[in-house]
């Protein structure tokens, strides 16, 4: 029998040309890989299954229940059918093995209801490719004894990406790039080393937008390369039906739980309720909006405020990545004493994040949370072209509600976007990867924990900041309403056009416009002086109750700023332009009344601070903090490779001319 590897099953894709395109073929590899597995699996105990089973029938007894505990599976299959069976009897083999697939436990079917395992059979059935694929996945052996769980996972992870590769521009809705999981999982691992070693830890790992279930198979696959004791608990959910198929039965293949993958919506239907885990990690869909989810997430935040997931603040509806960071912050482990281990957590965010949203905004509310609460960790900045469906800036934040002394009430900034290498071939819009010395650089500045000063001879690669140096206050700075009042043939078509003095009856109108016709030519830089001669102009025009809103609709439309004059005042207080008003944002670390007298009065001394509306704020402006300056080159430098251009373009031209 041929060795099992990833490459000898998807030779199996060659029975398949003609009546499918090469996109489709791991529509039919990959659910048959892991109905051939589970067949191998069950293979022992099939007969003692089966009658089992039928004792069962008429007892009143939940099969599953006694099946499981009997023969120590997560799963079973009440079928007279197998792969060898059905491959000896091709007449009704669609029949035969829809059959077999119901046959499975309920806790397992549903990966097959995900891949439309029915739908699909009865379509190789048409195009007589049935008979041909369950013969060739019958002579394929998958038995745990041929195949470790170990390997067994390496094959499916291979399928799916030789299946990611072969649906290129739909790559990333599937599948994570390796590297950059290992990555995460290196930093989630970070100062954990020693307590991971131990033999037979127990940790359970999370990851709420689970896709295929990289993630997870990674993190599981290197805490036991780290400890071949460690027994890793794997738990995902995952919205999408297929994408959840494939964690699933990879879940399956590795001997995981199966009922610990969730087939919904993580914002709406948390299917953790309650629940809190070790290591959490996550490449959450960003940019992407959550309209659909909005009511119950916006039910949640309202009635159950900090005791839901949504506390903090909502985002804008625009962008829910920030949606899944707080759910995931949820999730972790609470610190009670300082004995308790707490979580890490690793996800994967676009820029937005990071400085979206002002002061007293949801995005801002939702960093100030983190950041005061001591959670965030570390940030790093990727390269660019790292992902298959999009290649914008990207970075990976790390939280942590249980940090060592000389990480608490810190923050470090990596700048990684120079450290990767060139692929050799594109695979949609990843054109960059990370190689294993960029991912060890990056581990050892984690681990360093230094702060780098930009200089001339190489860029800053880290930078170390106490949590506040990413908070400031917005303040609002008023400046003083000075208008001027100048009546032109134009003033009174203009103010009669404004919806206020619109609705006014017709004779009312007739009164304004006499009385502005009468004041063209003038002028008033009091608004007091203006008010008092309009009233008693209306009055003498026949308007008969003249009310204050007409007044300041008149006096608003008309004013134009003039810095001469008088400044207008409502109970002896000025009144502020608002076409004129501004923000500055302070640092917490500065004095408000300080930094104003030395920013803002030395140039608008009328200026004053409205406090009322000052606001606390939070960014992280990364690539702020790691810019450098590049002077532009010399003039000479330019004029001369001008001048060489011209000669040489002149040289061209009198080649074209002779």
């Not at 077999?100 to 379509?123: C, M, T, W």
């Not at 999981?181 to 709420?208: C, F, N, Q």
């Not at 919506?265 to 948390?270: F, G, Q, V």
């Not at 309202?302 to 909502?314: I, K, M, S, V």
Request: aromatic share 10%; charged share 25%; with cysteine.
């Amino acid at each position: 029998m041929p060795t099992t590897n990833a490459a000898f099953i998807w030779s199996i894709a060659n029975k398949l040309r003609g009546p499918y395109q090469p996109n489709q073929y791991g529509d039919v590899i990959l659910p048959f890989t892991i109905l051939r597995r589970l067949d191998a699996i069950l293979a022992p105990t099939k007969a003692e299954v089966l009658t089992q089973h039928a004792r069962l029938q008429d007892s009143g007894i939940d099969p599953f229940v006694v099946l499981r505990s009997k023969f120590g599976l997560p799963f079973f299959n009440t079928s007279v059918w197998d792969f060898g069976k059905l491959a000896a009897e091709p007449a009704g083999l669609a029949d035969n093995l829809v059959d077999y697939i119901e046959g499975f436990s309920a806790n397992i079917r549903d990966v097959f209801d995900g891949y439309k395992l029915p739908e699909l059979i009865d379509d190789l059935d048409k195009k007589d490719r049935l008979f041909l694929i369950v013969k060739d996945f019958a002579n394929v052996d998958l038995h745990p004894d041929r195949v470790s769980g170990h390997d067994m996972g390496y094959i499916f992870e291979e399928l799916i990406r030789k299946f990611a590769e072969s649906n290129n521009a739909q790559a990333g809705d599937h599948f994570t790039p390796r590297e950059v999981i290992s990555l995460m999982v290196d930093l989630l691992y970070a100062d954990k080393d020693l307590e991971l070693t131990t033999p037979g830890i127990v940790r359970t790992i999370y990851d709420p937008a689970s896709g295929t279930g990289g993630m997870l198979s990674v993190a599981y696959d290197h805490l036991v390369e780290m400890n071949p004791d460690a027994k890793p608990v794997l738990y995902g959910q995952e919205v999408n039906s297929r994408s959840y198929a494939m964690c699933k039965s990879d879940m399956v293949i590795k001997g995981q739980g199966v009922d610990n993958i969730y087939n919904g919506d993580t914002l709406t239907d948390d299917g953790f309720h309650g629940e809190h885990f070790d290591f959490l990690l996550s490449n959450p869909p960003f940019g992407v909006e959550w309209k659909t989810q909005q009511k119950a997430v916006k039910d949640e935040h309202e009635q159950r405020g900090f005791a839901g997931r949504f506390g903090p603040g909502l985002p804008r509806v625009s962008d829910g990545s920030l949606l899944f960071l707080m759910h995931l912050i949820s999730k972790m482990r609470p610190v009670r004493t300082p004995e308790d281990k707490g979580s890490r957590l690793a996800i994967v965010l676009n820029g937005s994040p990071l400085f979206t949203g002002g002061a007293g905004s949801g995005e801002s509310n939702i960093r100030q949370w983190i950041i005061e609460n001591d959670l965030l960790d570390a940030i790093i900045a990727l390269p660019t072209d790292m992902f298959y469906n999009t290649g914008i800036s990207t970075y990976i934040w790390i939280l942590d509600n249980a940090k060592t002394d000389e990480r608490k009430g810190k923050i470090q900034l990596i700048n990684a976007v120079e450290m990767f290498g060139k692929m050799r071939k594109s695979l949609g819009s990843k054109r960059k990867m990370l190689r294993p010395q960029d991912i060890e650089k990056i581990c050892e500045l984690y681990d360093g924990f230094e702060n780098h000063d930009n200089d001339d001879e190489a860029p800053a690669l880290s930078k170390a900041f106490a949590n506040s140096e990413f908070g400031y206050r917005t303040i609002t700075v008023e400046r003083p309403l000075q208008l001027r009042f100048h009546i032109t043939t134009d003033t009174a078509e203009l103010v009669l056009a404004t919806k206020a003095i619109a609705k006014l009856p017709a004779a009312d109108q007739d009164a304004i416009r006499s009385s502005l016709t009468e004041f063209v030519g003038h002028s008033w830089t009091n608004r007091d002086a203006f008010v008092t001669e309009l009233k008693a102009a209306l009055k003498s025009a026949g308007m008969a109750k003249v009310g204050a809103p007409v007044v300041k609709t008149i006096w608003t439309t008309i004013g134009e700023h003039d810095p001469k004059a008088d400044v207008i005042t409502t109970k002896g207080n000025p009144e502020p332009d608002t076409s004129l008003r501004d923000t500055e944002n302070v640092p917490l670390s500065e004095d408000i009344e300080e930094y104003f007298a030395r920013e803002v009065l030395p140039h608008i001394p009328d200026a004053w601070i409205d406090h009322d509306k000052t606001r606390t704020g939070y960014e992280i402006p990364f690539t702020r903090h790691f810019y450098r300056y590049t002077p532009p080159r010399p003039l000479e430098e330019i004029q001369k490779d001008l001048r060489e251009l011209v000669t040489e373009i002149q040289a061209m031209l009198a080649e074209v001319g002779a």
